[in-house]
């Protein structure tokens, strides 16, 4: 028997899907989820999975080349299907026989889909909606993930607590990963309790010891507390923006502040509405690269998910993972003996 049998059962599926000691994933971070990581969450018994992001595919291709350099254990690849150069990912992808693939950014596009089912990934898409879940389901795709707005990043309107609610009891023909707020393994142990075939987390993992994000991003990780972690606003409604939850600083003024200037340039003539979106969305990849790389913690944008109030100090990935395990697992037991009393 293993030292976990009751988090070990409940996970079974997720585990069996990611081919992984846990069913815990570290989602893809843009900047952040890079070679050394996504190995050492893997080489820990997670799953991590690289962030492609706006990468061109021959960088996406030594990105996977160095990953595997530093593990033998499974780990996925994400992908922005607004990325112009699709196509070419998958085809990275398939060279690099990528074991699974997780797509991003929107509904996936059909022969993405058959691409790379066609080279035998597994398929991972994001649901908003029980709906939308359904429908994925229909076109092939192997497990969805529900991410709740309390994560870090770009986030829907809804909590996991509700996501989680609607989606777990109608999705039961393919694995459910949950996402958003996680940061103690008493909530992995509630979501798996719920029909969660396993967890995602981002934020507690961007902060780890092997995260390259500079420091001063990692500090004020460690700083700041959930009410911090707020999600940007819509200034013009001519320009939705999908909404960012991030460490509140003077970027996120100065977001704001571009999307005046955005909307003030579309009054003058001097753009289109969809250019203008675009102008707005690419505020964002620059941002978070002043933070997480050159550690301009001001100006640059701190993506973090509500769950950042739970670092609580810069971790090794080892550590985070088994902290998560022995909490779930307590839990888990706690409530079986609660059972066995009953
Ligand atoms: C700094 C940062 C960057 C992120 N970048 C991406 C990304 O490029 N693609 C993506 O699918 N999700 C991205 N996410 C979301 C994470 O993969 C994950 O789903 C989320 O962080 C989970 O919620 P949590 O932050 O509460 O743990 C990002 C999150 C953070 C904190």
Request: glycine share 10%; net charge negative; charged share 20%.
């Amino acid at each position: 028997m293993t030292a976990t049998p009751h988090l070990d059962a409940a996970s079974a599926r997720g585990r069996e899907f990611l081919g992984t000691r846990h069913a815990i994933m570290a989602g893809a971070m843009t900047w952040v989820s890079e070679r050394n990581l996504v190995s050492a969450i893997s080489n820990a018994g997670g799953f991590g999975v690289l962030a492609c992001g706006a990468m061109p595919p021959a960088m996406l291709e030594a990105e996977i080349a160095a990953t595997r350099a530093l593990t033998d254990k499974p780990f996925g690849v994400n992908l922005i299907t607004l990325h112009p150069q699709l196509d070419e990912l998958i085809q990275v992808c398939a060279r690099q026989q990528v074991s699974h693939v997780v797509l991003a950014g929107g509904l996936p596009p059909g022969p993405a889909i058959a691409a790379i089912k066609g080279f035998g990934a597994k398929l991972m898409c994001f649901a908003p909606t029980a709906a939308l879940a359904k429908k994925l389901v229909r076109s092939g795709v192997d497990a969805i993930v529900i991410e709740g707005s309390e994560a870090g990043g770009h986030i829907g309107p809804v909590s996991l607590t509700v996501l989680a609610q609607e989606i777990l009891p109608v999705i039961t023909d393919v694995p459910v990963f949950v996402a958003g707020g996680i940061g103690r393994g008493n909530a992995i142990a509630a979501y798996l309790d719920m029909g969660a075939s396993g967890v995602q987390l981002g934020t507690r993992f961007a902060a780890a010891a092997e995260s390259v994000a500079h420091d001063r991003f990692k500090q004020a990780f460690v700083r700041a507390s959930a009410r911090e972690a707020i999600a940007s606003v819509q200034i013009d409604p001519r320009l939705p923006v999908i909404p960012v939850r991030a460490l509140k600083n003077a970027g996120s003024d100065a977001f704001n502040e571009r999307q005046r200037e955005v909307a003030a340039a579309v009054d003058r003539g001097e753009m289109d509405l969809a250019a203008g979106q675009l102008a707005i969305e690419h505020y964002w990849a620059g941002a978070l690269r002043r933070a997480v790389v050159e550690g301009d913690v001001e100006t640059g944008s701190l993506m973090a998910g509500q769950s950042v109030g739970m670092v609580t100090k810069v971790q090794p990935v080892a550590e985070i993972i088994a902290e998560l395990v022995a909490e779930a697992e307590a839990a888990l037991a706690r409530a079986n003996a609660r059972e066995a009393a009953a």
